[in-house]
């Protein structure tokens, strides 16, 4: 099945400021719709009733730990883009993170160019696939 653009994209950070710095980096994308939330809960309610292709999940949430929300979240869409966020980077968390599905890691603070080169990269792949699932489509006809 080909994945459709513009991509839908989840950002999940308990910080208000993270959810809308991420949102104003993206919006001028048109390959992307964005929604935010602050509570995790409502995000994987969300992300359960609504096809999304790529969630930002920050790892130290209040109300959750961030690691478990990742393989919840692989649980319910193994095909979503999972980009793990966090100020407290060591190798446990990195590792932590790796094993449950992370697709990619962001440092905070957000820098828009890190950003970006992993909307860049997730884009990518999302249009390689479709490259090769339409050959696969052709070469069956």
Request: hydrophobic fraction near 40%; charge should be negative.
């Amino acid at each position: 099945m080909l994945i459709k653009f513009p991509l839908k994209v989840v950002v999940m950070d308990d910080d208000e400021d993270i959810c809308q710095i991420i949102s104003h980096f993206l919006k001028n994308d048109p390959d992307l719709r964005i929604e935010t939330f602050v509570d995790p809960k409502e995000a994987c309610d969300y992300i359960s009733d609504n096809d999304t292709d790529i969630a930002f999940v920050d790892i130290n949430l209040t109300t959750a730990f961030g690691d478990q929300i990742l393989r919840k979240l692989k649980s319910l869409d193994e095909g979503i883009a999972v980009v793990t966020m966090t100020a407290d980077l060591n190798m446990i968390t990195f590792k932590s993170c790796q094993n449950s599905g992370a697709s990619y890691m962001l440092c905070k603070p957000i820098n828009k160019s890190d950003l970006e080169g992993v909307i860049f990269s997730i884009k990518e792949n999302f249009h390689n696939w479709n490259d090769q699932y339409q050959q696969l489509i052709k070469s069956r006809k």
